[in-house]
Nanobody
């Protein structure tokens, strides 16, 4: 059974940090590029970052560059999102998704499988 499960979300103060994980089961992540997306209430879902299947290429939306870092550990079949210097505008439900192939995609409609999401709330 194919599954993606996000974890690590929660409430954090502005300037704080959170580390999200996305664990895959029922399949291997080796053959997929992986993206993180987020969606705030009343807003469109946006691509945050993506990492290629071999881990050699990453992309970030301008608003998170220098603050967020995506990584993957194929041995653990898991992808991570390290978030630092969090801002209130980072508040959203965060989703991991996979797209078959080597290269990243910034378009949500190109991804094959999605997790259920984990909530990140940045507030004082």
């Amino acid at each position: 059974q194919l599954q993606l499960v996000e974890s690590g979300g929660g409430l954090v103060q502005p300037g704080g940090s959170l580390n999200l994980s996305c664990a895959a089961s029922g399949f291997t992540l080796d053959y997929y590029a992986i993206g993180w997306f987020r969606q705030a209430p009343g807003k469109e879902r946006e691509g945050v970052t993506c990492i290629s299947s071999w881990g050699g290429s990453t992309n970030y939306v301008d608003s998170v560059k220098g603050r967020f870092t995506i990584s993957r550990d194929n041995a653990k079949n898991t992808v991570y999102l390290q978030m630092t210097s969090l801002k209130p505008e980072d508040t959203a439900a965060y989703y991991c998704a996979v797209v078959r192939g080597y290269a990243c995609s910034g378009y949500a409609n190109e991804y094959d499988y999605w997790g259920q999401g984990t909530q990140v709330t940045v507030s004082s």
